[in-house]
């Protein structure tokens, strides 16, 4: 594998990386911004991949937003784009459902753990789910629920998927039901797994570690839909037909952005240093997932 | 290793077998009864060994009761006991944080994830300890939780460890508090790690699934003080001072509580099949957790 190279400063070498590419997929939180702070000249940056004709997709794991509050975030940054260059996880578990997974009614409702972000993409695709932000589901569980957990009196017979994103609302009644369905053979999708979420300057539990508990229980992994998951992968290129060889990822995050545009065989790959990741970590010997480039910040692409 | 020897009906082989130890440890929960439902004859099993002079200890890992409340289960079922007999995960954790792990004051309390059992046992070996069955943990995570949990303003600074049980009330809040003790250098104890808790005939998340999302975020595994970690026989040891060579491990569960008695290097390990594990787990070729002896039920050792 060739060393990265170090685009910060380097005019000649970024104007050679941007013409090898007619499309660049974007990690949003670490690259863009970090929580609510924008890094500097982002909007700069896109406004000049704009003007070369670039294609744009925002590809993110957070399954708690949807497309359309994605949207919404990018207008109170500044940040020109559309909806439609929205990519999230929830949204990529949303067409996986409904185009590629595609169980017979009527046992094709899905039971969600998880936020609105996912029922608003559950429901653009025409999927059919419980759970979620039900209030129905936020208690606490009681000795009768065991019960009615077990002898299936409390479960949704047309439930045949279990899908399992980042739920700031989760429970042992959630997770006990969850488990009987899949108990009962439920098929198992997972927005994405990462194990935590960068939020206030420090980390969070993840919805990798909100399923968790799920999959010690039964003992199997889910199939995510997020980075790194080459379904994801499939999923946009289903959506946006881009020719790979001249597509490069831009992330922070060397095992999920990075390792995701590898095995996808994009044509390039391209880290920033503003999120998670160290340069040490790529340019250590032997070091596991080497992006093609590297900068200190998005905004050097514009000097 | 020699095949298990079946004993139930074989008078003379009981005889001999009961004659070889002085000492027996039970598990509770798939041996003397299920849930509320009482095995044939256990009470009479129970009267012979003690007729006989043996010493008996009740070894459990459920965390939700304490030694008390396990005592007003054995009464209620009609079982001679007395709580000294009882040894519980939660117990075990409580003696390991008081006796041997001995963490210098004031940064010794305890994060505790679980039921009151767990706080009995804490308050009776004089830990102090916060979360638990507070009603303050048990609520949804708010927008100021992220930042106060992040910067340490709503941290207590004398937490030194977290203790993770089975929590019929966890929750995003508690699990990112914990979280975040953790990523600032506390102790990771668990009462156990079962992954199911078997209960009105079906199986629901145990203590290892609902402590699998702090293991996922923080990606390393905590000291488990219940079967079939050593930490629990050396604490039942500390307090019991038997011969291990005339002690038998009598349990329903080949992986935690047969394990437990064989690396235990126990003198004999008795497997009773109303459980979990079935015989044809410990019969099959190149089985990995063989018991010294088996029975259908506890009942046969009094025919």
Redesign the interface.
């Known amino acids: 594998m060739s060393p990265p190279k170090y685009l910060t400063g380097d005019k000649a070498g970024i104007e050679e990386f941007l013409s090898r590419f007619d499309v660049f997929l974007f990690d949003c939180d670490g690259v863009l911004w970090s929580g609510d702070h924008l890094y500097p000249k982002v909007a700069e940056t896109i406004g000049m991949l704009r003007s070369k004709g670039k294609q744009l997709v925002f590809v993110t794991n957070n399954s708690t937003k949807s497309r359309a509050d994605y949207k919404k975030k990018f207008d109170k940054m500044g940040i020109e784009t559309n909806e439609e260059e929205v990519f999230g996880s929830s949204y990529s578990a949303a067409v996986y459902i409904a185009r590629i997974l595609k169980l017979p009614a009527p046992k094709n409702k899905v039971f969600v753990l998880g936020e609105s972000g996912i029922e608003q993409e559950l429901n653009a695709e025409g999927v059919r789910y419980i759970c979620g932000t039900d209030p129905a589901f ?1 208690r ?2 009681e000795p009768e629920d ?2 009615n ?3 299936g009196s409390a479960l949704d017979p047309e439930v045949g998927i279990v899908l399992s994103g980042l ?6 009644l959630k ?2 039901t969850a ?2 369905y899949l ?1 009962r053979g439920a098929v198992f999708l997972a927005t994405n797994t990462d ?2 979420l960068p ?8 919805a ?10 039964i ?1 199997r992994e889910p199939l995510a839909l997020g980075k790194p998951s080459q379904a994801m992968m499939d999923a946009i290129e289903g959506k946006f037909h881009f020719d790979r060889s001249r597509t490069c990822m831009v992330g922070d995050r060397l095992n999920t952005d990075i390792q995701f545009g590898i095995e996808g065989k994009l044509g390039g790959t391209l880290a920033v240093l503003t999120g998670v990741s160290k340069k040490e970590e790529f340019l250590a010997e032997g070091a596991p997932t080497v992006p093609m480039a590297y900068m200190d910040t998005l905004g050097d692409l514009v000097g």
């Not at 939020?199 to 993840?206: C, E, K, R, V, W």
Request: no cysteine.
């Open positions: 936020r606490d569980i065991f019960t957990i077990a002898n739920d700031f609302h989760l429970n042992y997770m006990a488990f009987q108990q194990s935590t939020t206030a300057h420090s980390l969070f539990p993840g990798g570690s909100a399923g968790a508990g799920l999959v010690k229980a003992g």
